[in-house]
Every structure is written in C-alpha cells, then in structure tokens.
C-alpha cells in the first residue's frame, strides 16, 4: 500500500529523525500544509523561492527523483498523476519520459472522456514530438491524426483558435495517401469557420473535402464523411439544391452507420433549412 507521506523519507538521503523534525518545522511556520499527497507549499510564491535557491543541476535531480517516485504510482495504476510526473520529468529534462507520461495523461482523458483535460496533454504532444525519435510508435498514432483527434475535442468545446491552428497542422503533416483523413480535417475545419461566420470559407473548405469525398462515396469508410461534407455545403445552398444536399447527407450517413454523422446531418437540416414563405 502507497504512503503518500513516505515520499520525502524515501527520497531523503540523510536521518530520517532530522527529516521529520525539519518538516514539522515548516509546517509549523506555515511553510508547508500536509496533504493526502504527503506536503504541499502553503503558497506558489513559497514554491518559487524555495525552486530559485536551487541551482540548476540540483533542481535536475529534485525532479527526476520525484518524476521516479511519481512515476511508480502510475505504472501502478494511479494514472490521473500522469501530467504531473510530465511536468517532473520535463524539469529533469528527460524528453522521452515526459513524452510517455504525456501520452499517459491523454490517454487517461480519453478513456475518462474528460474532454476539457485532453487538450493540455495532446498539445504538449505536439510541441514534445519532434524531440523524441520514435513518437508514433510510443503514441499509437500518426502525428496528422492526433491533431486531427485534438481538433475536434477542440471544436466540441466551442473553441474557434485552437482547433483552427490543429486542422492547419493536420494538414500540413497530412501524407498524401492518407486522404479520408485529410477530407476530415478540411471538413472539420469548414464548419470551424461556419461556426464564425466565414461562410464562404467554410464553402470553399467543403468544395476540397468532396472533390476527395465524392469519387469514394460508395466506400462504407467513407459515407459518413462525405455526409458530414454535403451538410457544410447544404448552408451556403438554398430552396431545392438545399433540401436535395440535405437528403443526401442524411440517407448517406444513415448508410454509413455512423450516428454521430446522421446526428449532425439531421441537426444542421433542421437548423439551416430555408424556410418558404
């Protein structure tokens, strides 16, 4: 069983009898508050004194032993840690071990489906994976697919930057076999810029997704796309071209199988219809 309290001890590496006696000492001077992760500082601008008296190789080596304590909870099972042994390893300057407690953290997110903490993670992905030669591998995923992934959590929080700089970096990553991902990205992105008003940048972006989409609409992977693509296109349409793109995205995505896209078809059918007078 885990003692969050013997932290400190373990990592000690003088008496544990002078040990206890200094951190009684700052909680007793209210530097310090014990916690159920064993102390804490009472306050951030304690923290960052304490952190700027260290010099540089012993702040190194605080974090990496930390990052290796904290470590062993996550590989136990306590992964809602993961972003915090990140951090850790980050400030130790282990790439490697910070990319895979990153990788951690989101995948922690995902399966928790806690959109909202998901993007911290998957961004320091992005910035991390360069710097770390077999990132995929580590991941799981290619690196124009994880942007695409962060976009639309993104999106579904209603933001407009983020997932507008995400689809960019997509696309550009984006290789050229790989195209159903790509329609998805500038599909995704058209209904970014719907959502700001831009409609004819969000045309435009639908007319690139179906010049891909249309050629593969009989293949099962990729009726929902091309569903979601018609749709976008549907807004800018009025009268009967409306109503037809409307017909079609809602009959593929019901093909599809794909509830989410016959979901969206549906919603954005009944949300921009043109209504006749």
């Not at 099972?77 to 071990?97: K, N, S, Y």
């Not at 159903?180 to 810029?193: H, I, M």
Request: net charge negative.
């Amino acid at each position: 069983l885990f003692r969050p309290y013997r932290a400190p001890r373990r990592l000690h590496a003088g008496d544990a009898a002078e040990l206890d006696d200094a951190l009684a000492e700052a909680v007793s001077d209210q530097l310090l508050v014990p916690d159920r992760d064993g102390y804490t500082f009472r306050h951030a601008l304690i923290q960052e004194a304490v952190h700027d008296e260290l010099l540089p190789g012993e702040r190194i080596g605080v974090n990496a032993a930390y990052a290796r304590e904290l470590q062993q909870r996550v590989d136990a099972g306590e992964r809602g840690i993961a972003a915090q042994v990140a951090e850790h390893w980050l400030a130790a300057r282990d790439t490697a071990h910070a990319f895979d407690a990153t990788a951690t953290a989101l995948a922690e997110s995902t399966e928790s489906m806690t959109i909202a903490a998901s993007t911290r993670p998957g961004e320091r992905l992005l910035e991390l994976w360069s710097q770390v030669p077999d990132a995929e591998e580590r991941v799981g995923t290619p690196q124009h697919q994880l942007c695409l992934a962060l976009a639309r959590d993104a999106y579904d929080l209603g933001e407009a930057a983020q997932p507008i700089r995400l689809t960019q970096s997509g696309l550009d990553l984006c290789p050229p076999d790989d195209e159903l991902t790509r329609a998805e990205l500038l599909a995704l992105r058209g209904k970014v810029e719907q959502r700001r008003a831009a409609l004819d940048s969000a045309d435009a972006l639908a007319d690139e997704a179906l010049e891909i989409l249309e050629p593969r609409a009989d293949e099962h992977a990729a009726q929902g796309l091309l569903a979601d693509a018609l749709a976008l296109r549907a807004v800018m349409r009025r009268g009967d071209e409306q109503r037809a793109l409307y017909a079609r995205a809602v009959d593929l995505a019901t093909k599809s199988g794909d509830a989410g896209a016959l979901s969206r078809s549906l919603s954005n059918r009944a949300a921009w219809t043109e209504v006749d007078d």
